[in-house]
């Protein structure tokens, strides 16, 4: 099942590299693509979100602009804190449209993903949804 709203499996962002008040970081999990999280132009950027009970997740499918490397490590403990490379990814650039890149994770279990922009194709990336399938 993709479940396209974080916030309604009590999901929240708890870090957060930059935040503006026209943008917040809790964006990324509104399940709405008109709004987003933006980022200040220096990388690496990234944000953890966590859930609220240890979550199996197979996919999870980023909606951003201008996002060229990402990696996303995984923990299953209550801290957010020693987390454990999952996977990376190249994502191809596009133009005048959002980037939706499906990425498996392979039914992890997780209390916390953690998510690492490395690069970007312009000093400013967004990022609109977080969505993920279980």
Same mark, same amino acid.
């Given at each position: 099942?993709?479940?396209?709203? =974080?916030?309604? =499996? ?51 499918? =980023? ?41 498996? =994770? ?29």
């Amino acid at each position: 099942m993709i479940r396209s709203s =974080l916030n309604s =499996l009590g999901a929240k962002v708890v870090v957060a590299a930059s935040s503006d008040e026209n943008h917040p970081p809790e964006s990324i999990i509104d399940g709405d693509t008109k709004t987003f999280w933006m980022t200040t132009g220096m990388f690496p950027q990234e944000f953890i979100i966590r859930f609220a009970d240890p979550t199996n997740i197979t996919a999870v499918t =980023l909606d951003s602009y201008n996002v060229k490397h990402l990696k996303v490590e995984k923990n299953i403990s209550q801290k957010a804190s020693q987390f454990e490379f999952v996977t990376e990814k190249e994502l191809e650039q596009t133009e005048g449209h959002l980037q939706s890149n499906a990425i498996p =994770l392979n039914g992890s279990s997780a209390t916390h993903l953690r998510f690492i922009i490395t690069s970007g194709y312009d000093h400013f990336v967004s990022v609109h949804r977080v969505s993920i399938q279980n």
